[in-house]
């Protein structure tokens, strides 16, 4: 049963802005964190930024820190993550997964509870 459902992916200028969106479900409703991750290509997974669903506390990895922002809507079930000012070096599959940062510690590729990702391309 997949859980979280992303969107919102294609293809984008650099400095450009996009927005992402994961539905969230099952068990992935409950939790109390959700992250964003990215994965390039041939690169391992990496961690992007998390929100706390209920405080609306957020968390970002440096290279996201004032382009990238997460956010949920009202009803808690579905969180966004704006990108702007987008690079080449951004371009990856986007997954959303439940917990913190330490999510992509010890496992290479994403459980399939985190989806099929949207992939983000950045180019010119």
């Known amino acids: 049963e997949v859980d979280l459902v992303e969107s919102g992916g294609g293809l984008v200028q650099p400095g450009g802005s996009l927005r992402l969106s994961c539905a969230a479900s099952?068990?992935?409703?409950?939790?109390?964190?959700i992250s964003w991750v990215r994965q390039a290509p041939g690169k391992g997974l990496e961690w992007v930024g998390t929100i706390y669903r209920f405080t609306g506390g957020t968390y970002y990895e440096d290279f996201a820190k004032g382009r990238f922002t997460i956010s949920t809507d009202n009803a808690k079930t579905t969180v966004f993550l704006q990108m702007n000012n987008v690079t080449i070096s951004d371009t990856a599959v986007y997954y959303c997964a439940p917990g913190g940062a330490g999510v992509v510690v010890g496992i290479t590729r994403p459980p399939t509870s985190w989806g099929q990702g949207t992939q983000v391309t950045v180019s010119s």
């Open positions: 099952g068990f992935a409703f409950s939790t109390v964190s």
